[in-house]
């Protein structure tokens, strides 16, 4: 309870200050030549010579001055590969609210020695339409993977096993520098293991995204920057990465010529992990209730690769062309042993022990093309993209199964074989109509394929002589193409309401069909998809957004492949090839302010989604659990996010937020309803103690979730670090602990169904230490334009929770 009274007191504190009316100073950088934003340059208020305030131009080149009394002022401009700029006599008056207008910078061919960059920005940033975390900020993520990133954001819940919601919903969209990748096409939580932290930058969470965006992800989408070189020369780091559970071992370069820049960068992990399960089931199966008793231990390895290469040409200063290679493999192999005793009446009528092996390994690229064309007109652009990704993944097991004499008496082994093609097709324009409104149009066509190849074969003899068995064997291949276009419209005056007024249009082709006789089949669906947005700027740092928007869901290969795996002989899983999208109506209201050292945040949601995609659990005569995934449910939630962040000292500053809402899940056809209050409570609190040194906590806690079925259990989290700036802070070296007083993370997850209880106790081993090392060289000059990127969110991915 002290985290959550600690942040409840911040949230009060933040409110009750008394606000000094004071001016507020605004601007935006430009290009010379080029006419485009410049991005991060430092702007310096100044009254007679001396610095008054100092800030940092945001991605679009505006700046904004907030602490300022009355009175004559100069503005200064500097920024690498720019001559520095002054703006005088800039007068205001007490409660002013003054605009100075574009300031074109000139670049110059000055050249640096060696440097070191660093942004003074705060850890999370609200903007007008998404909250960003600057993860490059945050030294407790270091030499961990995104889901460390993930797990510090508000609003974001990330479970042991790396599964992700956003304000309590699995269906997001998760882009990469915002365009899709295929690792994360087959599985979102296995995907983001595979991502260091050490690589990222920032992480934007929008939730009422705009009509250009694709439709998909019903609770909002999750963009994962990564770091990138904008300066000319060459430049890059080294940083290995050592924990007691998972080793990270990366490196980046970067060249920049006059108008060519080529980065690449690339890292091996290697992780281990181990747990403890427990699961107990009663099913009744003609007035005879039947007890099954299965514990297992699981103890697994894995290793990942991950590189990309980027190349950007400048043409000239109106058309660039960019070109980029993502490439990915890995492997993991999960050991089980089992143990399990099934009783009726008081007699065990079965036991058996199963020594048992699981292994996945897959491979995979994503390869694009972009070309922009820029005008003389500020902001006025078309671009046109292109991408093409693909991925091979087996997933193999065998087990044996022995009796309490350790006599092997039957085994079995299967291998499901999968190869996914993606490639988009994209044109975009952006047309400013005056200084304050902006026509977006454009349009996109998505080509996929996927292909699912599985075998299962047995030994009921014991040995090794293995049978195929054709009936649990097929192949299924699935064609999907989304045709979509949308239009936005969006209006931001200084005063009044801005509006961003949206509709987007998707239709979908589906076509699927079976090797083994299976019925194929085919379907299409268009789905018109509004979004309008209102937004105001108010006096002393304030600021107020109203939104609504409809969204669906696609569900992906993870959802679809109808492939069972039956490696637990009492539990399986599979696809359903038959599923619908979901669709989802989201109301939200956002009231964010800012006081001096301290920012606040609320956002109020609401959202309902049809014929939602759940996992049911069902249970045979046998005792044995099959999990598919069907659109049973409407799946409703209204809750309210907050967000505080403050500096408490000079050298100590605190963040912390609330996630609360109720979740309602019922079902018609299965006459089954679940609700409950849920939450999440994250703390994150930094002291800098001058000299390079700096020590951080951070700590969060989930409480339990309900599905249509039961509830997943609730558990805590947390860590300390303490990092040294050495080599003339060109490097770092850290030191972190992860949950030192809990060897463990426990807890319970709970399912009724018709004809059964269950009980799963899991004991996750999390206790271990992190070393963290860091190198950063190079010469540096000039600065680079921002490129814009395909990204395909129409898809629902895997949450990995089996």
Do not use: C
Request: aromatic share 12%.
């Amino acid at each position: 309870m002290k985290p959550f009274l600690f942040i409840l007191l911040a949230f009060a504190t933040s409110i009750g200050s008394v606000l000094a009316q004071q001016t507020k100073i605004s601007g935006l950088l430009l290009d010379s030549t080029a006419n485009k934003p410049v991005e991060f340059a430092t702007v310096a208020l100044l009254k007679d010579g001396k610095i008054v305030e100092g800030v940092t131009a945001d991605a679009k080149g505006k700046f904004i001055f907030s602490k300022a009394d009355a009175g004559d002022y100069a503005v200064q401009v500097s920024f690498v590969g720019y001559s520095t700029k002054t703006i005088d006599k800039v007068t205001v008056e007490k409660g002013e609210e003054k605009e100075i207008g574009v300031i074109k910078l000139a670049q110059t061919a000055q050249k640096l020695a060696e440097v070191t960059v660093t942004e003074q920005k705060s850890l999370f940033e609200e903007k007008s339409d998404r909250m960003v975390y600057n993860a490059e900020k945050d030294i407790s993520i270091k030499g961990g993977d995104a889901t460390d990133v993930l797990k510090k954001i508000p609003s974001i819940a990330v479970d042991i096993e790396g599964n992700v919601q956003l304000r309590g919903s699995s269906n997001i969209k998760v882009l990469i520098n915002n365009k899709p990748s295929s690792i994360v096409a087959r599985s979102l939580s296995d995907a983001l293991k595979q991502i260091p932290a050490d690589i990222i930058k920032q992480v934007e969470v929008i939730t009422s995204p705009s009509a250009k965006y694709d439709a998909e992800g019903t609770a909002g989408i999750i963009n994962i920057i990564t770091k990138k070189n904008t300066l000319k020369g060459t430049s890059g780091s080294i940083s290995p990465n050592f924990g007691q559970w998972n080793n990270w071992q990366n490196a980046s370069i970067n060249h920049r010529m006059k108008s060519v820049g080529i980065s690449a960068n690339g890292g091996f992990n290697d992780w281990k992990n181990k747990r403890y399960m427990r699961l107990l089931r009663s099913f009744t199966n003609e007035n005879v209730v039947t007890d099954q008793d299965q514990t297992q231990w699981v103890i697994g390895s894995g290793r990942n690769f991950y590189g990309t290469l980027n190349v950007d040409w400048d043409i000239d200063s109106l058309n660039r062309m960019g070109a980029g290679l993502n490439y990915y493999n890995g492997d993991n192999t999960n050991g089980f042993d089992i143990n399990y005793e099934e009783r009726s009446r008081g007699v065990v009528n079965q036991f058996f022990r199963r020594d048992m092996s699981r292994t996945y390994d897959w491979a995979g690229a994503t390869v694009n093309l972009d070309y922009t064309r820029l005008f003389k007109k500020p902001k006025k652009e078309i671009n046109f993209l292109m991408l093409y990704s693909f991925e091979g993944e087996d997933s193999d097991y065998w087990s044996n199964l022995m009796n309490r004499g350790n006599s092997i008496y039957y085994r079995e082994k299967s291998y499901n074989i999968s190869n996914n093609k993606e490639g988009t097709i994209q044109l975009d324009f952006t047309n400013p109509l005056d200084s304050i409104s902006t026509l977006e149009m454009g349009t996109k066509t998505i080509f996929r394929q996927i292909l699912s190849d599985y075998r299962i074969a047995n030994a009921v003899d014991g040995t090794t002589n293995f049978v195929d068995v054709p009936a649990q064997a097929n192949v299924f291949d699935y064609a999907q193409q989304v045709a979509s276009a949308y239009v936005v419209y969006s209006r931001t005056p200084k005063k009044k309401w801005g509006i961003n007024l949206g509709a987007r249009y998707e239709h979908t082709f589906i076509q699927a069909n079976f090797l083994n006789g299976t019925t194929p089949f085919s379907n299409t669906y268009g789905n018109f998809i509004p979004n309008l947005s209102l937004s105001r700027s108010l006096k002393k740092e304030q600021q107020i957004r109203l939104s609504y928007s409809q969204r669906i869901q696609r569900p992906q290969f993870y959802f679809l492949n109808p492939y069972v795996n039956q490696s637990d002989s009492k539990n399986l899983y599979g696809g359903n090839p038959y599923l619908q999208p979901e669709l989802t109506h989201s109301v939200e209201a956002n009231y964010s302010i800012s006081i001096k050292q301290t920012s606040f945040n609320a956002s109020f949601f609401l959202r309902q989604t049809n014929n939602a995609i759940e996992s049911i659990n069902t249970v045979d005569n046998q005792g044995v659990l099959k999990q598919i995934f069907q659109n049973v449910a409407q799946n409703s939630a209204y809750g309210v996010n907050l967000s505080a962040n403050t500096k408490l000292t000079k050298q100590w500053s605190v963040n912390g937020s609330l996630n609360m809402f109720y979740n309602v899940l019922e079902s018609a056809e299965l006459k089954t309803r679940n609700e409950d209050w849920m939450y999440r409570i994250n703390l994150n609190s930094t002291v800098d103690f001058g000299k390079g040194i700096k020590a951080q906590f951070f700590g969060f806690y989930n409480s339990a979730r309900v599905n249509l079925q039961g509830t997943y259990g609730g558990f805590g989290f947390y860590n300390v670090v303490l990092q040294k700036e050495i080599l003339k802070k060109k490097g770092t070296i850290g030191f972190g602990y992860d949950n030192p007083f809990s060897e463990t993370i426990n807890w319970r997850n709970e399912f009724v169904g018709p004809n059964f209880t269950q009980i799963q106790d899991v004991a996750m081993y999390r206790r271990g230490w992190r070393l963290n090392l860091k190198y950063e060289f190079g010469k540096m000059s000039g600065s680079q334009r921002q490129k814009k990127r395909i990204s395909n969110d129409d898809k629902k991915a895997g949450d990995g929770n089996n």
